[in-house]
């Protein structure tokens, strides 16, 4: 479908243009060229586009270009997280307001109460498996009337464990019905479900199973753990922007946004310890502008779609290769141009080179030319073996011998056993020091020069 340029060309109503007109939308995307038509014709739609790529509107314009009124819900969009389900219903609201049609969003972590008295006068629903489960079972989200069934990112659901629930809630809807399943990959999982509940699907294969975050420009910075915050404020005060930002644990997340924010950042912290009501409202600051720098765990991040992420950076190198690629998506959506940066430790170098393995590329590395509000410190750490010892080399200020020194040492406050090999050869030489105590004997006077080796 070259020829579309623009929406009208998609023969669409003149309240889906007016809706997208207000959305500041000019363009069809790719996967909106491509699905569109055939969804709108009523056929069942399998699509795999990645993250970013305009797929929401995709499937919610087909769903309104046909939406009757006061038929019940006549639109269930499954997702994987809640911040996904509010945006959907963000999205979905827009084309609502012009066509005076009743959207909402359901999730757990929020009263259920309003969600059962909203539901008789809603035609589309989004949510997440577990609450849209638990309104089915109690009576209050009929599905009788469904007309299209929506499983946005499914692989996703997969991931996450959601394939019985997903399973149990087809069973719930009529056998007459149109799917359209979204999915960044192809895993057999959603092949098979495909196979299982879609009828002669039109397959649209508009991205690679083997994602490699193509036109997003990634760099990793080789750093230890004690100086990435001071990486992390050089690269904010030197590339001013739209920051997402990446940590392993809900403790990191919480504690660098503090950090952050004690420098005098606009960075907030989001992850699964916060309420809906807080997550929520530092989303919306977020999306708004009012939060530069947001700070999250990979379980809260899902779903993310935010214009205008300028860059992505991974505090903590992920375990997993496929997190890696749904981090990093947050960037470089809708044709944009985004950056990737990855902080690595010398313990995660491992996992950093099965990401590079899964991507099929090589990431370059990227040098600081700026400083940040955080002075860097020495990092024994990062030239410490296996047994954490570091090696030190030396120039004495006088003739000394090997026990001699060893005793100079340890009234340092240093114990025997944080000491290693020690070899002089006139007033040159080398000492292997445990990494926790190496400063000691660098600040110490017994020498006229010493520093650590590194390989």
Not at 84 to 110: I, P
Not at 142 to 148: A, C, G, P
Not at 321 to 344: E, L, N, Q, S, W
Not at 382 to 391: K, N, P, Q, R
Request: hydrophobic share 40%; with cysteine; glycine share 8%.
């Amino acid at each position: 479908m070259s020829d579309v340029k623009n929406f009208e060309d998609l023969n669409l109503s003149e309240l889906t243009l007016k809706a997208l007109k207000k959305k500041g939308y000019k363009a069809p995307t790719e996967v909106q060229v491509n699905t569109i038509p055939p969804a709108m014709e009523g056929k069942d739609v399998l699509v795999q586009s990645r993250t970013g790529s305009g797929k929401t509107m995709a499937f919610l314009i087909p769903i309104f270009e046909w939406i009757e009124k006061n038929k019940g819900v006549e639109a269930l969009i499954l997702v994987p997280t809640r911040e996904l389900a509010q945006q959907v219903n963000e999205e979905a609201k827009a084309l609502g307001r012009e066509y005076k049609v009743n959207t909402m969003a359901v999730y757990g972590g929020s009263a259920i109460e309003p969600q059962i008295r909203s539901l008789p006068k809603t035609s589309v629903v989004a949510g997440t498996p577990g609450r849209v489960i638990d309104l089915i079972k109690r009576g209050a989200l009929d599905l009788r009337n469904l007309k299209t069934f929506v499983l946005d990112e499914a692989d996703r659901m997969m991931d996450m464990g959601f394939l019985d629930d997903i399973k149990w809630i087809m069973s719930r809807t009529p056998n007459e019905k149109q799917m359209i399943l979204c999915s960044a990959t192809m895993p057999d999982e959603i092949v098979d479900l495909a196979h299982r509940y879609m009828n002669n699907p039109v397959t649209l294969k508009l991205s690679k199973d083997d994602i490699s975050a193509k036109g997003i420009r990634q760099f990793q910075i080789k750093v230890g753990g004690m100086n990435k915050l001071a990486k992390l404020t050089a690269l904010l005060d030197n590339e001013p922007g739209k920051y997402l930002i990446f940590c392993r644990t809900k403790i990191g997340t919480q504690r660098l946004a503090d950090q952050l924010k004690k420098l005098n950042y606009k960075a907030y912290a989001i992850h699964g310890d916060m309420s809906q009501a807080a997550r929520t409202r530092t989303m919306n600051e977020f999306k708004a502008g009012g939060i530069d720098i947001l700070v999250a765990t990979d379980v809260a991040a899902r779903g993310i779609d935010v214009e205008g992420i300028t860059h992505v950076v991974n505090y903590d190198v992920p375990l997993y290769p496929k997190d890696y690629v749904h981090r990093i998506g947050r960037t470089g959506r809708m044709g944009k141009k985004g950056k990737a940066v990855t902080f690595v430790s010398r313990d995660e170098q491992e996992p950093f080179s099965r990401i590079e393995l899964f991507i099929d590329k090589r990431v370059p590395e990227m040098k600081m030319s700026g400083k940040g509000r955080v002075r860097e410190r020495m990092d024994y750490r990062e030239y410490a073996d296996v047994f954490g010892m570091v090696i030190l080399e030396f120039e004495l200020k006088e003739d000394m011998k090997r026990l001699d020194l060893i005793k100079a040492v340890e009234k340092l406050g240093i114990r025997d056993e944080d000491i290693g090999r020690v070899v002089i050869k006139g007033r040159q030489g080398t000492i292997e020091m445990h990494y926790g105590k190496a400063h000691r004997v660098v600040t110490s006077k017994l020498f006229k020069k010493i520093r650590v080796k590194r390989n």
